[in-house]
C-alpha cells in the first residue's frame, strides 16, 4: 500500500490529499474510463506558490487531460487547498514513466499508516485539542472521543459522516495519535477506502492477497476514511465484510467515516450497510456562524495571527464553501496584510472576499432559485417573497435545502440572501427538507436533478 515518506514536503503532502478529495468530486461527471486512464495516473510534483504541478505518463495524456480537465482540476484543488491555484501538467519521460514500480507510485490520500513498519504518519494539525466543537459536530466529537479513550468497548464500529471539508478526516487523525499517545505498541492502521481498494487491487495482481489480508488482521484499530468510494466495488466490498466480522468478532476498534449515511450508500452491499449501522452513527452537519469564527479565530491563534473579532466573524459570514476554503481565506489574509505591511482589518478583508471568494465557482442563489422556480413551476419572485402558501413554501425550503447542500454557507448568511429571514428560519426548513427526503424518494430524485444540473 501506497504511502508517505518523512522526506516529503508539507506542500507535496498538501497537493496529494488535495488532488485525492478532488478526483473523487470529479469522478461523479467524468467517464470511469478517463478517470482510470488518465485523471488517477497524475503524479502530484508539488505546489510552487500558486502553481500545482503534475507528471503525466507521456505527452498524449499530458496533452489529452488538458485540453478537457485542465479547469476542473483547478478548480477543484482551488476549493480544496482553499486557496486559488492554476494547474500546470509536464509529460514524464515514456522510460521513467514505464519502469516505475507499483509500489513507487506516489500515494494520493490522506495520512496514512505503514503496517509493516508499524509506524503511523499523522498531520500534527488535527488533534482533539484543535477540534473546534459546535452544535454542528457534538455527537461525533464525542464518540472519537469515548473510542480514543477504550478503543474496543464502546461504539464499535464508529461511523462519522458529512460533507467534505467538515472535520470527518481531523477526528480520525485524532483518534489515532490519542491512542498511540497512550499505547504506542498496539497496532494502528488509518488509511483512504481509494488506498485500501489499491492495495487490495495490487495485492491480487501479485498474488499476496494472504499477505494483504494477515497485515490488517493483526491490527488493532482500523480507520478508514471515504468508505463510499468502495460501494460498487464488489470484491472489495467482500474483502472489506470479512475483515470487518473478523475485527467486530475479536472486539478490535473499526472507524468508519463517510459523505454519506450508511443507509445512503445505495451501492453498498446490504451486509455492508447493516453492519456499518451498529455502533454509533454521527454526523457532522456545516456549522453555524458562531462556530465558523471560532474555527477560524483558533486557526488564527495557531498560526500566531493577529485576528481582530469582528474580522473573523466576516469571514465567517462572507466567505462560502467549507472550512477549508474558510481556513484558506484567513492564510490569504494573513498573506496581502504582510505584504502590503499593514495590520488585518476590516479594509483589507473585504478587498480579499470581494475579489477570491465571491461565489467561489459556486452557483450563486439567482441560478439556484431558478432552477427550483422551473422544476416546480413557482415564479422565482414568489419563492423570494413572504407567502406562506404550502407549494410556494415548499419551494423555498427546497431552495433553501440546495442552497446549503451547493454553497455550505452559513445560517445566517442564507437567511440575508432570501429576504434577511432568522437564521433558525432557514435551519428549519434545511431540516424539513432532510427528513422529506429521507422518507419520499419523488422527492429525493427531484432535488438531485437540480443539484446535478446547477453542479454538473
Request: proline share 8%; glycine share 8%; charged share 25%.
Given at each position: 500500500m501506497d504511502q508517505y515518506s518523512l522526506e516529503d514536503s508539507q506542500d507535496r503532502i498538501k497537493l496529494r490529499a488535495a488532488f485525492e478529495r478532488a478526483t473523487r468530486r470529479l469522478e461523479t461527471r467524468v467517464p470511469a474510463a478517463h478517470m482510470t486512464r488518465f485523471i488517477r495516473p497524475l503524479r502530484p510534483l508539488g505546489l510552487q506558490g500558486s502553481v500545482a504541478r503534475f507528471a503525466a505518463q507521456g505527452r498524449f495524456v499530458a496533452d489529452w487531460v488538458k485540453s478537457r480537465y485542465l479547469d476542473d482540476l483547478g478548480r477543484l484543488l482551488s476549493d480544496e487547498l482553499g486557496r486559488n491555484v492554476t494547474v500546470e501538467i509536464e509529460a514524464e519521460p515514456r522510460d521513467l514513466a514505464s519502469n516505475r514500480k507499483p509500489e513507487d507510485a506516489p500515494a494520493i490520500a490522506p495520512a496514512v499508516s505503514d503496517a509493516d513498519e508499524g509506524t503511523l504518519i499523522l498531520d500534527d494539525r488535527y488533534t482533539f485539542d484543535t477540534f473546534v466543537q459546535g452544535q454542528s459536530n457534538r455527537l461525533a466529537y464525542a464518540g472519537a472521543v469515548a473510542v480514543a479513550n477504550a478503543p474496543g468497548t464502546k461504539y464499535n464500529p464508529l461511523f462519522i459522516y458529512g460533507a467534505s471539508?467538515?472535520?470527518?478526516?481531523?477526528?480520525?487523525?485524532?483518534?489515532?495519535?490519542?491512542?498511540?499517545?497512550?499505547?504506542?505498541?498496539?497496532?494502528?492502521?488509518y488509511a483512504s477506502a481509494q488506498q485500501f481498494v489499491e492495495g487490495f487491487v495490487a495485492a491480487v495482481q501479485r498474488g499476496r492477497t494472504e499477505q494483504f489480508r494477515r497485515s490488517h488482521r493483526t491490527l488493532a484499530v482500523w480507520l478508514l476514511d471515504d468508505v463510499q468510494f468502495i460501494a460498487g466495488k464488489d470484491k472489495t466490498q467482500e474483502e472489506v465484510f470479512h475483515l470487518f466480522n473478523s475485527f467486530q468478532q475479536a472486539g478490535k476498534q473499526i472507524v468508519l467515516a463517510s459523505d454519506r449515511p450508511p443507509r445512503d450508500l445505495y451501492l453498498m452491499d446490504e451486509r455492508l450497510r447493516s453492519r456499518f449501522e451498529a455502533g454509533l452513527v454521527a454526523d457532522i452537519q456545516h456549522p453555524d456562524t458562531e462556530t465558523r469564527c471560532a474555527i477560524v479565530r483558533s486557526k488564527a491563534q495557531r498560526d500566531g495571527i493577529a485576528l481582530p473579532q469582528d474580522v473573523a466573524m466576516y469571514l465567517a459570514e462572507n466567505v462560502p464553501g467549507n472550512i477549508r476554503t474558510l481556513e484558506g481565506a484567513l492564510t490569504k489574509l494573513s498573506a496581502q496584510a504582510s505584504l502590503d505591511g499593514a495590520a488585518i482589518g476590516m479594509d483589507i478583508v473585504r478587498q480579499i472576499v470581494a475579489r477570491d471568494f465571491k461565489d467561489f465557482g459556486k452557483p450563486g442563489l439567482e441560478q439556484i432559485v431558478k432552477a427550483v422556480s422551473e422544476h416546480f413551476k413557482i415564479p422565482v419572485n414568489d419563492i423570494l417573497g413572504q407567502s406562506r402558501k404550502a407549494p410556494i413554501a415548499h419551494a423555498r425550503h427546497v431552495s433553501v435545502y440546495v442552497t446549503r447542500e451547493l454553497t455550505g454557507d452559513s445560517w445566517k448568511h442564507i437567511g440575508r440572501q432570501f429576504g434577511n429571514r432568522d437564521h433558525t428560519s432557514v435551519m428549519h426548513s434545511y431540516q424539513r427538507i432532510t427528513e422529506l427526503v429521507r422518507q419520499d424518494r419523488e422527492l429525493k430524485v427531484s432535488i438531485q436533478r437540480i443539484i446535478e444540473q446547477l453542479h454538473p
Open positions: 471539508g467538515l472535520g470527518k478526516t481531523h477526528l480520525l487523525h485524532s483518534i489515532a495519535r490519542q491512542i498511540r499517545e497512550q499505547n504506542p505498541d498496539l497496532p494502528i492502521r
